[in-house]
């Protein structure tokens, strides 16, 4: 009985019947060759029978698994009617159908870790704009973002618990977010900023993706506060921890706001640095504001909050529907791409 060797293309069903004593294994280049065994005469015969019948076998091996697999995917397949807006709380195939419910619009709450005068927690606009996007994507689906907390924040650092990154880290991971989340079919990112100190920070992020390609649209929704309406507000000085913000902790999470201890701290405007208007200083927050409060936390109720709250969560929903609806910007953007590419070729 002649045994010719040869590498077997990994077939183990063609094998499987061969005694192992018969077998032959060679490595090779650190893969594993099987041995193909050729007998002569009968034995020709019978490997050629016995060939054909592996390669029934095999068929019809890989018929079940294909069809099995189609029954476990019907199985499995019905998505639930009503999924959750968190990311982080979908599974693999629940995220799929989410995109797709979505329209492929995601939110990215943008929070902050920084003191808020005496009374309100680290996280209170990282907690309020949450609070906002989850409320708004589940009255118009939309997928959330995990926490997202890393914007600028260098006028806070002489406080306890801010985490401030460095410029370029915040822009980094900003791109690298909102690509990530595009390589995941979120092809409509809006940007719900819940942080004053990121109200540059965005819309130059924003234009700053115009430089090259990207094959999805970041928006940015600035909006926090209606102008007016609601209850009458009593203080006139309410930007940072002042009656606003405090009412808003008063329904997002009123187990973190500490009233009683508002008004431990001043939250008065100081007026230490006397430019004229149309001069700009990155000193200037800390000149009018150095003990990182501006307002009186304690004239908040619960009231303006769920005023302030309710129209917070309908702006959102306005957004949603409003970017949903916008086929135009993505079409723009691939246009201007194109067009960047020979500028002397653009006619006015
Ligand atoms: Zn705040």
Known sequence: MGVTLSAAEGNLARTAWVPFSQRRVIRFNGRILRARIRRRGNAAMMTRTRSTMSLILLLAVLCKMVTGSHQARAQTAAPPAKLSVHWEELT???????????????????????KHGPHLPLGTDLLDVRYSALHGAEQEYAVVFPE?????????????????????????????????????????????????????????????????PHDYVVYIFEERTPSSGGPAKKTKIDMHAGESETSNMMISRPDTVHLDRAANESGADQHRQNLPEGLYTGIWWYARFPNHYSGEGSAARKELGEYQMKWWIDSVVKAIRAVKADDVSLKLQNEFYEKSKHPLDTQP
């Open 148 to 212: 997202y907390y890393f914007g600028q924040i260098a006028e806070a650092k002489h406080e306890p618990g801010t985490v401030a990154y460095s410029r370029e880290m915040q822009l980094a991971l900003l791109q690298e977010t909102t690509d990530e989340m595009a390589r995941n079919g979120c092809k409509k990112v809006i940007i719900v900023n819940g942080h004053g100190g990121n109200d540059s920070l965005l819309p130059f992020f924003a234009q700053t993706q115009l430089d090259k």
């Open 92 to 114: 693999a195939a629940d995220f799929r159908e989410g995109i797709h419910r979505s329209q492929a619009t995601c939110l990215l709450p943008f929070g902050i870790l920084e």
